[in-house]
């Protein structure tokens, strides 16, 4: 059965403090990785997808990387408007291919 | 290029009726997912249907249903509401099922009283 523990579950940090969100995953064969971002009320906005450790994907101020056992979210100057919950989840390719999903991490910047 | 459509965005029940929740999938998309999410459990998957056919389905009790039309939109049923049916139900939609990632709608708010 795949797995995906995301972590640290809520994060606050302050305008232009960088960090990294956690996601380590137990699959039979990644068949991809994948990062969302959910703001309240919404549905989860797809972020990017990594297939293969050692790929590293980029857009504005986040950065995912992957490795056998876990990606990380490298958020680099964070603004008020990067709040949001993160998701992860991993597709394998044994059984049904359905994604399995972390339970996600909360994160808030503060101005 | 339109996402992912869900109607209506909020509904509010009473325990024991019925609730029919639509979804339409962006253009092209054959494959569509149902999930449930909530505060406790996360994001849960209900089912999944491709070309009409239902090809995967979650631990979800026989109360929901659902069914994909032959223009790939798609519909499910919660019958006989309970309490713990109150959740954000988020429709995905995908191209295939291999790797590509799926592509959520902003849901739909079911609160039963």
């Given at each position: 059965e795949d797995q995906v523990t995301q972590s640290p579950e809520a994060l606050r940090l302050q305008e232009g403090e960088s960090s990294s969100l956690n996601c380590s995953y137990t699959v039979s064969g990644l068949r991809g990785l994948f990062w969302y971002r959910q703001d309240p009320g919404k549905g989860p906005e797809f972020l990017f997808t990594l297939y293969s450790a050692g790929e590293e994907k980029e857009k504005e101020r986040l950065k995912a990387t992957l490795t056998k056992k876990e990606s990380f979210l490298h958020i680099t100057?964070?603004?008020?408007?990067?709040s949001a919950t993160y998701l992860c989840a991993v597709r394998g390719s044994?059984?049904?291919?359905i994604p399995t999903f972390g339970r996600g991490t909360s994160l808030i910047v503060h101005p | 290029k339109a996402g992912v459509t869900q109607t209506p965005r909020y509904l509010i029940k009473t325990r024991g009726q019925q609730v029919t929740l639509s979804c339409s999938p962006i253009s092209g998309h054959r494959s569509v997912s149902w999930y449930q999410q909530t505060p406790g459990q996360g994001l849960q998957f209900l089912f999944e249907y491709f070309s009409e056919t239902q090809r995967n389905k979650g631990n979800?009790?026989?109360?929901f249903s659902g069914r994909q039309f032959s223009n790939s939109r798609s519909e499910m049923n919660v019958s006989t509401?309970?309490?713990?049916?109150?959740a954000l139900y988020l429709c995905a939609s995908s191209l295939?099922?291999?790797n590509s990632p799926l592509h959520f709608g902003n849901g739909t708010r079911l609160t039963v009283t």
């Open positions: 100057a964070p603004k008020p408007e990067d044994g059984g049904s291919y | 979800f009790p026989g109360r509401l309970e309490l713990g049916d109150s295939e099922q291999n």
